[in-house]
């Protein structure tokens, strides 16, 4: 089911480019229905025929990044590079449309965000498109892997630094996305000092004092959970800290 939804996301994001197949019409349509072994071996005997078909060769990457086989797309589109400059705009555009989808698959994110970074290494001041779309695939990917979801937040910051005054970003850069409970205290301290009144700060007040609690620090853990059940009683955060100041 993965992998079919997987093939369907593809087919919506990268572009289709039509008119341009010339002799393989079927090919794209193919690849929409996620047959993708048809598909190469069409592909494949075209290039046989025709070595110098650009388009048979973009398809053909089109394919491996579908399969996963991002080595072997990466080599075909070096392919199309070499064979007409003028499709090397359009192959940047695989690498960022494939990058969008995989990205979001906690495997497989690190070659997405691979490939993004490609597009913006070509599209140089262009790429900064990419921010929005990093910002959200971060925070997506804070539930499964949030070491990766910090590394994809910090190149959406890197590209867009206006994201550090953007309350919601922050909590998930500098608090929700830290693996280490030192490091969330910092990152909590920071949060807190750019946002005094925002309206996370229960949320992070009440992480802070777990994260002081897994350093046996029960002291500033219970300052924390204290100062919640103070000033935020009737909030989510508030009434857990209740809770956990029982034990």
């Given amino acids: 089911m993965v992998y079919i939804l997987f093939i369907i996301?593809?087919?919506?994001?990268?572009?289709?480019?039509?008119?341009?197949?010339?002799?393989?019409?079927?090919?794209?349509?193919?690849?929409?229905?996620?047959?993708?072994?048809?598909?190469?071996?069409?592909?494949?005997?075209?290039?046989?025929?025709?070595?110098?078909?650009?388009?048979?060769?973009?398809?053909?990457?089109?394919?491996?990044?579908?399969?996963?086989?991002?080595?072997?797309?990466?080599?075909?589109?070096?392919?199309?590079?070499s064979i007409d400059k003028g499709f090397e705009d359009k192959v940047s555009s695989e690498y960022y449309g494939a990058g969008l989808i995989l990205i979001k698959d906690p495997k497989k994110s690190n070659i997405g965000l691979h490939f993004i970074n490609k597009y913006i290494r070509e599209k140089g001041d262009k790429g900064q498109e990419a921010a929005s779309p990093l910002y959200a695939a971060g925070v997506e990917m804070l539930g499964a892997n949030r070491f990766m979801a910090h590394v994809i937040l910090d190149r959406a910051l890197v590209l867009n630094p206006?994201?550090?005054?953007?309350?919601?970003?922050?909590?998930?850069?500098?608090?929700?996305?830290?693996?280490k409970s030192a490091d969330l205290v910092e990152g909590g301290k920071d949060f807190l000092t750019?946002?005094?009144?925002?309206?996370?700060?229960?949320?992070?007040?009440?992480?802070?004092?777990?994260?002081?609690?897994?350093?046996?620090?029960s002291?500033?853990?219970?300052?924390?959970?204290?100062?919640?059940?103070?000033?935020?009683?009737?909030?989510?955060?508030?009434?857990?800290?209740?809770?956990?100041?029982?034990?």
């Fill in 194 to 217: 750019r946002f005094p009144e925002g309206r996370h700060v229960p949320e992070v007040l009440y992480l802070m004092g777990e994260a002081y609690r897994d350093l046996r620090n």
């Fill in 9 to 81: 996301l593809v087919a919506g994001v990268l572009p289709a480019y039509a008119g341009e197949t010339g002799d393989l019409p079927d090919v794209n349509d193919l690849i929409k229905k996620g047959k993708l072994a048809e598909a190469s071996t069409l592909l494949r005997k075209e290039i046989d025929a025709h070595p110098e078909n650009v388009e048979a060769y973009r398809l053909l990457g089109r394919v491996y990044l579908m399969e996963g086989d991002e080595v072997k797309a990466s080599s075909v589109f070096d392919k199309v590079i």
């Fill in 162 to 179: 206006s994201y550090e005054k953007d309350e919601d970003f922050y909590l998930a850069y500098s608090v929700k996305s830290i693996q």
């Fill in 219 to 247: 002291p500033e853990a219970r300052a924390y959970f204290q100062r919640l059940v103070k000033e935020f009683p009737e909030t989510e955060w508030g009434k857990k800290a209740v809770t956990d100041l029982k034990f």
